[in-house]
């Protein structure tokens, strides 16, 4: 499922995000409170690694997109031309 946020509503996830993470540290305990910077970084460097892979695992997708908008923008701008001119 996919769907976009405006900023005021992206700011509102992000904040509700954020109290909700901060809610579950008041109830975490010292060991727990211990290890959250490395499950943090853990949890960083797993996204990172899982970005990358993503990224390189659909370039061509990327590219086709590219050449494909590409293609569009020029057509709409040749169409907008001649029209303009003639």
Not at 7 to 26: A, F, P, R, T
């Amino acid at each position: 499922m996919s769907f976009e946020l405006n900023k005021e509503q992206n700011i509102d996830v992000e904040e509700e995000v954020l109290n909700e993470y901060v809610s579950q540290l008041s109830c975490f305990g010292v060991n727990n409170l211990n290890v959250e910077p490395q499950r943090l970084s853990d949890l960083r460097s797993n996204v990172i690694e899982k970005t990358q892979q993503l990224a390189f695992n659909n370039y061509n997708t990327f590219i086709t997109n590219a050449e494909c908008a590409h293609n569009v923008i020029t057509d709409v701008f040749i169409h907008s031309f001649i029209s303009f001119h003639f």
